[in-house]
């Protein structure tokens, strides 16, 4: 089997690291390195602008990796493929066009509605979200043909257990639909849509098929013109390459109709105070100085996707059989969506024990703490969560770089987390008094009925302190569950955060569904609360945790996350 982790230079300057999380970012090989370095240091001038040779040279260079990318998906043309700094991006220029051609009554705009599956990224939901409320915005003050129906987004969601009825996809789209913007692949689930199936049915109705290709293009080959979709868009950076480069994909008629998103020099043909003309697609929607190095570094990422496609497939199927037979054998894990049988190796799961779930933040801690890095929470598609009724899962999305042994080891931090949550939901349960020693130490009994604070300053290394934490959580002054509503919810934080003010008797109460978070609040408001209203408004409760050792060990999204709380503290 190809050793592709030697390819990747992030591996050699964190051995220690198991990277769980390329559904994020890929890790970048050395020629793609090499490709941005060499673009910086030697092949660095502007394109499209000047004639002399380097310029010309870069400009050439810039252009085939248009030409590659258009092969690499099956594009018929090098032209067919815009620019953008990522897929995010590509959608919302093309859902903007889409916008200006329903208001200009466009043959490509037929119908009234935007269908999108519930488990699409926020990319692919907010874009035409906006564009319904921004055209029906419109409409209402210009137009008075009240035979105008309002746009709307309708969405098609998996069964609870995260599992698609295709024909529920296909049945959704009538006359009345517009497009339907759907991703080849779901970040938050794994599957494999039937994009194909999707857009001929799509068509059969006058309707446009919009792809958010971001998760397959470093899995599996792709070919847009036998998917025969209107448009697809990626990102370089969840393809190996670099950052701030991505792409769309668009059919002639598509791109030919479009309008510029932005404007700018690049995408003029001339310009006068009287009137200017744009160039044709692609360069119309490029306006301003591209990112060269970085369409330059994603044309190595191309040509190693290209080079290993075969090998990259064998590589994560293996290992993914693998992760799914170990995870099978954790009785607390739940795997969503697994009647879909194409996925790529992307797995996103839940844990609970005895029907109750288990915090996936705290686990996180856990396996942080053991240098796995994975991704737990909402994965930018709450729609998704809201529907499951989750608060988020935990995800793990290989690559050919990961390894078995990664795996072994990610299994037995994971079952060693989950073994201490019950241990510690155990010690939740019952009455402090009546915990024996085999679960939980009398130590760490008495430590929770001290003010929590005292217990930090003598406390060494992360073990410790995340443990004072965890048991610093059972004195939180709890907000019960019926008040855990939207007017207390605090936005902005990595969970699920509720803080109320209690004006009679002058004090917090707090919940959070993460025990550690829990606790931190726990540590928070025992401070807040002996402080009187004045002094809560000028005390630093951010640098109260760091003098008690506990920031430090705190990533920079909880510390933001906290920061919010803190605000409330002290407002
Ligand atoms: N679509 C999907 C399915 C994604 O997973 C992501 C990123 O996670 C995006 C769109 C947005 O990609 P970017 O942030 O690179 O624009």
């Not at 915005?137 to 995260?162: A, F």
């Not at 290992?319 to 170990?326: G, S, T």
């Amino acid at each position: 089997m190809h050793d592709f982790r030697q390819e990747f230079p992030f591996f050699n300057n964190h051995p220690e690291c198991i990277y769980l999380d390329s559904a994020a970012t890929t890790h970048k090989p050395q020629c793609v390195i090499d490709a941005i370095t060499h673009a910086q240091e030697i092949s660095n001038a502007n394109v499209h602008r000047s004639s002399y040779h380097l310029a010309a040279t870069v400009t050439e260079q810039y252009e085939l990796v248009r030409t590659r990318l258009a092969q690499l998906i099956h594009a018929p043309a090098s032209q067919n493929i815009f620019w953008t700094k990522g897929a995010t991006e590509a959608l919302n220029l093309i859902a903007y066009g889409l916008g200006e051609l329903c208001l200009a009554q466009h043959p490509l705009w037929q119908g009234n509605e935007i269908i999108v599956l519930t488990s699409e990224h926020h990319a692919n939901i907010l874009p035409w979200q906006q564009l319904v409320q921004r055209i029906n915005q419109i409409r209402l003050k210009t137009t008075q043909d009240k035979s105008i129906k309002k746009l709307r987004v309708t969405t098609v969601s998996p069964d609870m257990q995260g599992n698609y009825q295709y024909d529920d996809v296909y049945d959704a789209i009538t006359d009345d639909t517009a497009l339907i913007a759907v991703a080849h692949v779901s970040n938050a689930l794994g599957c494999i849509h039937p994009i194909d199936l999707i857009s001929r049915k799509a068509h059969q109705h006058k309707a446009l098929c919009i792809v958010d290709g971001t998760q397959a293009l470093a899995h599996i080959s792709v070919d847009v013109q036998t998917l025969g979709c209107d448009a697809y868009v990626g990102s370089s950076h969840k393809m190996f390459g670099p950052t701030g480069v991505g792409f769309g994909y668009g059919t002639y008629e598509l791109l030919n109709a479009l309008p510029p998103y932005q404007v700018g020099g690049e995408m003029i043909e001339y310009v006068s105070f009287s009137a200017s003309r744009f160039q044709s697609f692609p360069y119309k929607f490029e306006a301003g100085t591209p990112n060269i190095h970085g369409v330059l570094g994603f044309g190595a990422a191309i040509d190693f996707i290209e080079t290993h496609r075969d090998e990259i497939q064998t590589t994560e199927n293996q290992l993914f059989n693998y992760l799914l037979m170990q995870l099978s054998q954790i009785t607390q894990v739940r795997i969503l969506g697994q009647d879909n049988t194409h996925k790529i190796s992307l797995c996103s799961m839940v844990l609970t024990h005895q029907h109750k779930p288990l915090s996936h933040y705290d686990v996180l801690r856990w396996l942080d703490n053991a240098n796995i890095a994975l991704r737990v929470g909402h994965h930018c598609a709450m729609p998704l969560m809201q529907h499951l009724q989750l608060d988020g899962t935990l995800r793990v999305s290989l690559s050919a770089y990961n390894t078995m042994s990664d795996i072994d080891r990610f299994i037995a931090t994971l079952k060693d987390a989950i073994q201490h949550l019950i241990v510690e939901n155990h010690a939740d349960s019952i009455h402090a008094d009546s915990i024996d020693g085999v679960i939980v130490s009398e130590h760490d009994v008495k430590s929770v009925l001290l003010p929590l604070a005292r217990q930090f300053g003598v406390l060494q290394g992360y073990e410790n302190i995340f443990r004072q934490i965890m048991l610093s959580s059972k004195a939180l002054p709890q907000l019960s569950a019926d008040e855990q509503i939207e007017s207390y919810h605090v936005a902005g934080c990595e969970v699920d955060v509720w803080v109320k003010y209690v004006s009679q008797s002058d004090s917090f109460e707090a919940f959070a569904n993460s025990k550690i978070i829990r606790g931190l609040l726990a540590i928070l408001l025992e401070k807040a609360n002996a402080l009187s209203h004045q002094q809560r408004a000028q005390f630093d409760f951010a640098q109260y945790l760091t003098e008690l050792g506990i920031t430090h060990h705190l990533s920079q999204s909880r510390v933001n996350g906290l920061s919010r709380v803190i605000a409330q503290l002290s407002a």
